[in-house]
């Protein structure tokens, strides 16, 4: 955990619930760490740039949160530069929940899942939207393309892993059964 992400989640009451259970000395040094943005470095671009999907939390006016999951071509989620990630923001359900959210406040959170590795990365940040924008279009990509929505990051965290089930993507697991299958023929074959 960064001491950035430490400093935005770590609110009064959650540094009491911390004291309350004893885990507030683990996390102290964090809390004291320097107070500047973190940056993405390479591990963060890898693990980011791999994903075809994630989630993207906003707050509305009534205080409520909403969880929205984003998906597209892997790679479609790019890191623009060491503190920007952005997208496009293809169609969808056209609610428009969390465009109209960001009207009210531009803070939001992504959560990015790797299930066959067990891996999570936990992002925090303020998203800017360019509505008409399909600079961040994929290319052979069919879907619409409404804007462009870009983060810029404020702190991340790795999450462990504990607890994360795996899973593995379908094309995945179909490549291993075709080479499984054809391994089989081939022995079959032989006898």
């Known amino acids: 955990m960064t001491s950035r992400f430490a400093q935005v989640a770590f609110t009064p009451a959650v540094q009491e619930q911390q004291r309350a259970h004893g885990s507030d000395r683990a996390y102290q040094r964090m809390l004291d760490g320097p107070r ?30 909403y969880i929205q999951h984003r998906g597209g071509p892997r790679g479609f989620l790019r890191v623009l530069d060491d503190r920007t990630l952005g997208f496009a923001d293809f169609r969808g359900n056209r ?33 800017r939207v360019v509505e008409g924008d399909s600079s961040l279009a994929v290319e052979g990509y069919p879907a619409k393309v409404e804007r462009t929505m870009l983060i810029d990051v404020e ?8 607890h ?28």
């Not at 943005?37 to 949160?65: H, Q």
């Not at 702190?155 to 504990?162: E, I, L, R």
């Open 155 to 162: 702190a991340f965290d790795w999450n462990c892993s504990q």
């Open 95 to 127: 609610q428009y929940i969390t465009r109209g959210n960001l009207d009210g406040d531009n803070r939001v959170s992504l959560f990015l899942m790797d299930y066959a590795n067990q891996a999570r990365l936990k992002i925090l940040g303020r998203a």
């Open 36 to 65: 500047q943005t973190d940056r993405i470095g390479e591990n963060e671009r890898y693990f980011i740039e791999e994903r075809d999907s994630f989630y993207l939390a906003s707050v509305g006016e009534t205080g409520w949160p």
């Open 164 to 191: 994360i089930p795996q899973m593995f993507p379908v094309e995945a697991v179909e490549g291993t059964i075709r080479r499984l299958q054809a391994r089989i023929a081939e022995l079959e074959a032989r006898l």
